[in-house]
Structures are given as C-alpha cells and as structure tokens.
Nanobody, 121 residues
C-alpha cells in the first residue's frame, strides 16, 4: 500500500526556518509531480509549491524567495525548506503526489496526513 509520510512538525518564531519532509513508502513504480499544500484555520487549502520528476518547480507568490522545494528521486522524498517564516505561514502542511504503484496500469493521487507548522513569538 502506498503512503506519504510527513515529518517536520514545528513551532518556530517569526523569521525562523523549518524543513518539512515527505517520504513515499510502499511498492512504487514511479513518482511523478510532488506538491506541498497548506491549509490555515478558516481558509481553503492552497498550493505552496510543486516539483516535477525532472526538477521543474513552481511556487505560490506568497512564498517565492522564502521557500524552496526539492526532491530526492532515489529516496522518493520531497522536502520543503521554509525560511523567513511569518505568522501568516501558520497552517497544516500537506504533501501530495501522483504515483504509479507497481503492478498498476495507471497513476493515482495520494495525500499525506498533514503536519502542523506554527509561527509565533
């Protein structure tokens, strides 16, 4: 069974940094685009950043220049380095990926369980 397991729960002060990890486990043939979303209290879930299998990246305007998404294809892991954090970055962060499991004819979209990031003094 394919799962996305996130780590990096944190409480950080404004201006601080935090790194999130999301590892894909299970019997996998290929991992395609990997995405970080976030959802703040009372708000809709929004895309933070995404990265294709060949390393092309895309960022929300609100995080450009502060966040960096990267991936290690050998480890089926995606990272989100968050710098210069602001209170407005407080949210539950979710990992998402399109994955083709072994012995499957197609890919499926998977979500992680979410990890809380709180930026507060």
């Amino acid at each position: 069974q394919v799962q996305l397991v996130e780590s990096g729960v944190g409480l950080v002060q404004p201006g601080g940094s935090l790194r999130l990890f999301c590892a894909v486990s299970g019997s996998i043939f290929r991992v395609y685009t990997m995405v970080w979303y976030r959802q703040a209290p009372g708000k809709q879930r929004e895309l933070v950043a995404d990265i294709t299998s060949d390393g092309s990246t895309n960022y929300a305007d609100s995080v450009k220049g502060r966040f960096t998404i990267s991936r290690d294809n050998a480890k089926n892991t995606v990272y989100l380095q968050m710098n210069s954090l602001e209170p407005e970055d407080t949210a539950v962060y979710y990992c998402n990926a399109d994955i083709k499991p072994t012995m499957s004819f197609r890919s499926y979209n998977y979500w992680g369980q979410g990890t809380q990031v709180t930026v507060s003094s």
